[in-house]
């Protein structure tokens, strides 16, 4: 069965700093992999997706990760943190399927903080 | 266009009581997946449909949860004799599926937040 583990409960950046939040998975073939965050009260908005192809992967909001197949990982990244990046983050793995389309098994997020 | 919807957006209900919980996915995706987020449990996933049918309900936590969706469309989830530690915020999502659709991502309601008392 598939895994995510996301080891930094909580993070805690200065306005215009960089980020880099962890991932890892543990699935037996190629991964989907997502980013999701979540505002107070709110859905889960998806950042980017990793499906195949080029392993870095660009997102909406400014944000990045890279997919590393040798390390089980894929980190977000983001070069300069606004105070409204301030939320839940979620790494996610999806099984896949002939459909694409299956359950996701989500880690348990990471809640960042920006100080001004 | 419109997103995934939910209702209500909030449920407060004594130990014992039937619960409903509505979802409109966003229209024309066949795939609607009900999720729950607790303070103890994190992200659970809880079944997933496909049009009407339900090919995983392994997520359900208990015979006292059913779900059911109609027309390819409206999913409800129904919580029967609820308990204390049945309080969470429950989420829908919903996606296209397909080979060749490209496109895999599922799309979340803003969830609705049942509390048992």
């Known amino acids: 069965a598939q895994s995510v583990t996301q080891p930094d409960i909580h993070i805690t950046v200065s306005e215009g700093a960089s980020l880099e939040l962890r991932c890892n998975y543990s699935?037996?073939?190629?991964?989907?992999l997502f980013w999701y965050v979540q505002s107070p009260g709110q859905g889960l908005q998806l950042l980017l997706k990793?499906?195949?192809?080029?392993?870095l992967v660009q997102g909406i909001k400014g944000f990045e990760a890279e997919f590393k197949r040798s390390q089980s990982s894929f980190n977000l990244r983001k070069p300069s943190v606004h105070w409204s990046d301030a939320a839940e983050y979620f790494c996610?793995?999806?099984?896949?399927?002939?459909?694409?389309?299956?359950?996701?098994?989500f880690g348990t997020g990471t809640r960042l903080t920006i100080i001004p | 266009g419109a997103g995934v919807s939910q209702s209500p957006s909030n449920k407060v209900t004594e130990k014992g009581k039937d619960v409903e919980l509505r979802c409109d996915p966003i229209?024309?995706?066949?795939?609607l997946y009900w999720y729950r987020q607790s303070l103890g449990q994190g992200l659970e996933f809880l079944i997933y449909?496909?049009?009407?049918?339900?090919?995983?309900k392994s997520g359900l936590p208990s015979d006292r949860f059913s779900a059911e969706r109609t027309g390819g469309s409206v999913s409800t989830l129904t919580i029967q004799r609820t308990q204390q530690e049945d309080s969470a915020v429950y989420l829908c999502?919903?996606?296209?599926?397909?080979?060749?659709?490209?496109?895999?991502?599922?799309?979340f309601g803003p969830g609705t937040r049942l509390t048992v008392t």
């Open positions: 449909f496909q049009g009407n049918s339900a090919p995983d």
């Open positions: 996610a793995v999806g099984a896949g399927s002939n459909f694409g389309n299956e359950k996701l098994t």
């Open positions: 999502a919903s996606s296209l599926v397909g080979v060749g659709t490209g496109s895999y991502e599922q799309y």
């Open positions: 990793y499906f195949s192809g080029d392993t």
């Open positions: 699935y037996g073939a190629t991964p989907y």
């Open positions: 229209s024309g995706h066949t795939a």
